[in-house]
């Protein structure tokens, strides 16, 4: 029994990588069978694959690791609740052995039946007696636990030589020199172009020829055999998705033999309905990957008119800004209780692969989920998408109103619209005004006020509470959404859209194999056997990016676009500027946002021709609600005033030690620059250390010295505002601009804030050396004292913003997906802000947007 505390005593071991070996995990040494002492560690019996695969991809030894032996006891078996009871014990061993087929090797007793054949059905060498292999036991009492036993870690034979691999001399020339498989990612991309029809010829010549150009085999992989290739696309050929007559058992039958593939998994019941989420091990890596520190974006719904039960879809977004879909569910109904379910399911799988995983924010697109579900399973902010709503109306204005002049108007007051309640300055009337106005425009009126109106009152709700999401990600939602349709919906027969096993296999299959191929890296070595549903290419948001401003001609009532590959042709945007632009290209009169939208909305706010985007006003408007609004909790304003005091000291330590140096500077420097606030009506005596500003009323902006100083006056020690001091002294002598040029130590430096370039779909949330240039682009204008009191009077407010959303000329804009961790705003920051003068200041940092008071 000591043996077994001293066992379950020992910690949890789960690395933060995908994989993971022997090297990377702690090993303690107990009491075993026989006076042995084992080799021992636990581990999350969910990662127990991870561990295989990180001990199959040894460097010094490549190899796989095969199930030599597995007993398991039937969950609803009865047993007694021992303490060295095993739920299941698996013995994985090292595919080179445990037999010797080498000549003279050893053969187990039960195993003597064995005749070796002339040919070797492609694994010639493959047992040659290595003795390499570790057990798995699942222990009744910790059912989540993996305890592995790993005594035998050495890929030698019984007389102690290395038997295959590098080390092994006589494997040189035999395909023993490598792991006895080909690796997983290669086995993907060969199941990945025969499903998209690439033929097996086509592929070994490509395979041939790259290892050709690399001077012969390197690794397994290179000795991919063109029998096992056929092989597979047999198997293809050959499967069926209609597994069963029963479509409800056919599903069964599918997810019973699929069970790496299913995170989630409920069938009918009296109350509950079907639910079925589908997640591939690739798709995981990818949500670990991309959607760490970042966004996860949500596609309900999709072809809810022709499939049985539509799809839901979650999605991430590469380095290109392009979706991925890392995991789909397919239910009759999205209630709240029931995503709870599923969505618990799939943060517990991707918190057991990476413990430190963490969501910045999360996008729907539909106003009916419950946000407060998204909110308790992933903890993060909520962000809303236009994009669906502004499709279905764009297309069926396309559809239904054949003059351009009233297509226009239309798009142009729908849009105004949902701008001004996004800005708090509308409601529901304004679209029963719009009614009222288009009346002539039955057809068009007819489809909104039967479609549209009986729910706005949901989106204006959703508009009004959640911040928005970018245009970039509305874009990539956009372009993923179109791709899905071309890769699922190209069916013959479609009477098996009525099926749901259909729809299970093709995911599984097809589709999972065009999103895999889109990240395949030697894609283009097959480009000219693709199909026109795999031509990928970039969203809408890239391509725009690649027309010259020069190719956009500004007219008063549109702007013109020129094509970049036929340039005799011009294409007209109307309502310039706007998101609800009229564009006479193809993929605009599908209802999507294309690229000359998209440019015309960049060239239009770099000019300052327009305001900026409802993305930039929810942005200022977040950071002035949280900077002026009271603590709710004094334990809050005790950390704030904690805070400020610590950076203060920090501050002082820092450039105590730079007095003797900048002094001579100050004196040479403190007359121009002086003379240089006089040119610009500022206080000669107002130092850079004391203003702590934000931009003015004018741009929405006010001064938060005073408060400063009342956080520090109730605790009875120096003035916040106050200049900094040299060597603790307190700044009599305000620090002019050259004294803070020195840089601080990233000790006492939180993470600074983004660039404020144009809307993007967020990569990692406010990154470690993030760009300042929020901060220096902000327009350092005359100085404004707020009232001493504690927060902004509401009509103060409303006054800043509409004076922001209707006259700034700001041409630059947030990144508001991008959504920081709570925890970094414990942290003290040290931000700078260049003025115009070339002098530096010192101000406090903000949060990001979405995460309101």
Not at 5 to 18: A, C, K, R, Y
Not at 135 to 162: F, M, T, W
Not at 233 to 255: F, G, K, N, P, Q
Request: charged share 25%.
């Amino acid at each position: 029994m000591a043996r077994w505390d001293e066992i379950l005593s020992l910690p949890v071991q789960n690395p933060p990588t995908l994989e993971f070996s022997a090297h990377d995990i702690v090993w303690s040494k107990v009491e075993g069978w026989r006076d042995n002492i084992d080799r021992v560690a636990l581990i999350p019996f969910a990662r127990v694959d991870d561990f295989v695969r990180g001990e199959s991809s040894n460097k010094d030894c490549p190899t796989r690791f095969h199930v030599e032996a597995r007993r398991r006891r039937s969950p609803k078996a009865p047993y007694k609740p021992k303490v060295d009871g095993i739920l299941e014990y698996i013995l994985y061993w090292c595919s080179f052995g445990p037999d010797d087929h080498r000549k003279g090797g050893l053969v187990r007793p039960s195993r003597n039946t064995y005749i070796p054949k002339k040919t070797n059905a492609g694994r010639p060498n493959t047992k040659r007696g290595c003795t390499c292999h570790f057990i798995v036991k699942r222990l009744i009492a910790e059912p989540s636990v993996a305890l592995i036993i790993y005594n035998q870690d050495k890929h030698v034979d019984k007389k102690g030589l290395p038997c295959h691999g590098p080390q092994d001399k006589k494997a040189a020339g035999t395909r023993a020199m490598f792991a006895p498989y080909i690796s997983e990612d290669l086995r993907l991309r060969v199941l990945s172009l025969l499903h998209v029809g690439v033929s097996v010829e086509t592929i070994m010549q490509r395979h041939n020829e790259s290892v050709e150009k690399q001077g012969g085999p390197y690794n397994r992989d290179d000795l991919l055999t063109h029998r096992y290739v056929r092989r597979q696309e047999r198997s293809i050929r050959r499967s069926t998705y209609e597994l069963d007559a029963d479509d409800a058992v056919s599903v069964s039958m599918w997810v019973e033999s699929h069970q790496n593939c299913v995170f989630f998994y409920e069938d009918f019941t009296d109350s509950d309905p079907f639910i079925l989420g589908i997640q591939t091990e690739w798709q995981l890596q990818q949500m670990i990957r991309f959607g760490n520190h970042s966004l996860i974006a949500s596609d309900s719904r999709f072809a809810t008119n022709k499939l049985k039960y539509p799809i839901h879809s979650l999605i991430v977004f590469n380095s290109d800004k392009k979706a991925i879909p890392v995991a789909w569910i397919i239910t009759p109904r999205f209630a709240s209780v029931d995503a709870h379910r599923w969505m618990r399911a799939l943060y517990n799988r991707v918190r057991t692969k990476d413990p430190i995983w963490k969501l910045a924010g999360f996008i729907v697109d539909d106003p009916s989920i419950d946000v407060h579900t998204v909110r308790d399973v992933f903890e993060c902010t909520v962000l809303i998408s236009f994009w669906r709503v502004r499709h279905a109306w764009h297309k069926n204005l396309v559809k239904r109103c054949s003059e351009t002049e009233m297509r226009v108007e239309i798009s142009r007051r729908l849009g105004q619209a949902v701008d001004d309640i996004c800005r708090g300055c509308g409601n529901v009337d304004l679209f029963e005004k719009f009614m009222e106005d288009f009346v002539d425009c039955l057809d068009f009126m007819d489809y909104f006020k039967a479609v549209w109106y009986p729910r706005i009152g949901t989106w204006v709700s959703a508009l009004k509470t959640l911040p928005l999401a970018s245009l970039e990600t509305c874009a990539a939602m956009e372009f993923y959404h179109n791709q899905l349709k071309l890769r699922l919906l190209n069916e013959k027969d479609p009477a098996v859209y009525q099926r749901t096993d259909w729809l299970v296999d093709k995911l599984g299959t097809k589709v999972h194999s065009y999103f895999w191929l889109d990240e395949y890296s030697g894609k283009d070595d097959f480009a000219r056997y693709w199909k026109d549903e795999w031509v990928s290419g970039l969203t809408s948001w890239r391509k725009a990016l690649k027309i010259p401003d020069s190719d956009v001609a500004s007219e008063r009532r549109f702007a013109k676009v020129t094509d970049q590959i036929d340039r005799d042709t011009v294409y007209v945007v109307w309502n310039p500027g706007s998101q609800f632009g009229i564009c006479d290209c193809s993929w605009a009169e599908m209802g999507y946002l294309c690229e000359h939208v998209l440019k015309v909305i960049k060239v239009y706010r770099e000019k300052g021709s327009i305001s900026p985007s409802v993305s930039i006003f929810q942005y200022n408007k977040a950071l002035i609600d949280m900077l002026h609004c009271p603590p709710h909790d004094s334990l809050i304003r005790d950390h704030a005033v904690s805070l400020a005091i610590f950076v203060q000291k920090q501050l002082n330590s820092l450039v105590g030690h730079v007095q003797k140096q900048t002094k001579d500077a100050i004196e040479q420097e403190s007359a121009p620059v002086a003379s240089a606030k006089q040119n610009r009506g500022l206080a000669d005596e107002d130092h850079c250390m004391n203003r702590n500003i934000l931009p003015n009323h004018k741009y929405g902006y006010v001064d938060c010295s005073e408060s400063l100083a009342g956080i520090a006056s109730d605790l009875g020690s120096e003035s916040v505002d106050q200049g900094v001091g040299i060597n603790g002294e307190t700044a009599g002598e305000g620090i002019f601009g050259s004294e803070m040029d020195v840089d601080p130590p990233s000790s006492i430096c939180q993470p600074e804030l983004p660039s404020l370039s144009e809307e993007i779909v967020a990569g990692n949330a406010f990154p470690g050396h993030g760009d300042s240039a929020f901060i220096n682009k902000v327009p350092n204008m005359d100085g404004y004292s707020l009232p001493k009191d504690d927060a902004l009077r509401d009509n103060e407010c409303e006054e800043i913003f509409n004076i922001n959303c209707h006259e700034s000329a700001m041409a630059v804009e947030p990144q508001p997906d991008e959504v920081p961790q709570t925890e970094q705003f414990s942290k003290p920051c040290t931000v700078t802000n260049q003025d115009h003068l070339g002098s530096k200041c010192i101000e406090p940092s903000v949060p990001s947007p979405s995460l309101c008071c």
